[in-house]
Every structure is written in structure tokens, then in C-alpha cells.
């Protein structure tokens, strides 16, 4: 009686061990799979974010160009300029010029700014 004793504890012991590891190593995966993503997604942002605001400040600063008028919106590295006021034709080529030189920008999209 004893040793069904010993032997029932035992088995009790192990299979609270390892049903514990089973159940805490679940847990642990699924939350940094979510941060994993969770942390791209910020870098993308933070990535877009830095780049409309130095296109922004780009525009801002070149002499020629109404850069308080242009419109910056950014999305996944691709640059998209409008504007409620007509600019010219090289204007428009020289905003473009000027997105693109910007690290991280993947393509620019100027269909958007109104030309005369």
C-alpha cells in the first residue's frame, strides 16, 4: 500500500511538472508573436512619420516651391503630394525631385497637385 502510495504521488508530481511547462510555454510564444508585429507596425510609422516630415521640410525650405500649400501624406514608404492651389509644371517636377531624394521613400505620387 505503501509503494501505490509513493508511486501515485510520483506520477501525480510529474504530471503537474510537466502539464505546468506545457501550459506556460504557450502563453509566452503568443504575446511575442503579437509584440513582433506590434513593434514593425511602429517602425513603419515612426518611418513614415519621419519621412512626410522631412519632405515637408524639404518643400518648406526650397525657394520656388509654396511649400506651406503642398499636402505630405505618407504611407508604407510612398509619398503622396496635393494641393488645393495650382502650382506649375516645374513646381510640381521639383517637389517630386525633392520627395525622392528622401531616404526611405519607396515612390512618389504627385497626382494630387493641381498644375495650371
Do not use: R
Amino acid at each position: 500500500m505503501k509503494k501505490f502510495a509513493i508511486a501515485a504521488a510520483t506520477a501525480t508530481a510529474l504530471t503537474l511538472t510537466m502539464a505546468n511547462a506545457a501550459f506556460a510555454q504557450q502563453p509566452s510564444q503568443a504575446p511575442l508573436t503579437v509584440a513582433a508585429g506590434e513593434v514593425t507596425k511602429a517602425k513603419e510609422a515612426t518611418s513614415d512619420t519621419w519621412i512626410t516630415t522631412k519632405v515637408k521640410a524639404d518643400l518648406m525650405t526650397e525657394k520656388g516651391i509654396p511649400g506651406t500649400d503642398i499636402k505630405v501624406e505618407t504611407n508604407k514608404g510612398v509619398v503622396s503630394l496635393s494641393s488645393d492651389v495650382a502650382v506649375t509644371d516645374s513646381q510640381k517636377d521639383m517637389a517630386v525631385a525633392i520627395a525622392k531624394k528622401i531616404k526611405g521613400v519607396q515612390a512618389v505620387s504627385a497626382d494630387g497637385l493641381k498644375t495650371n
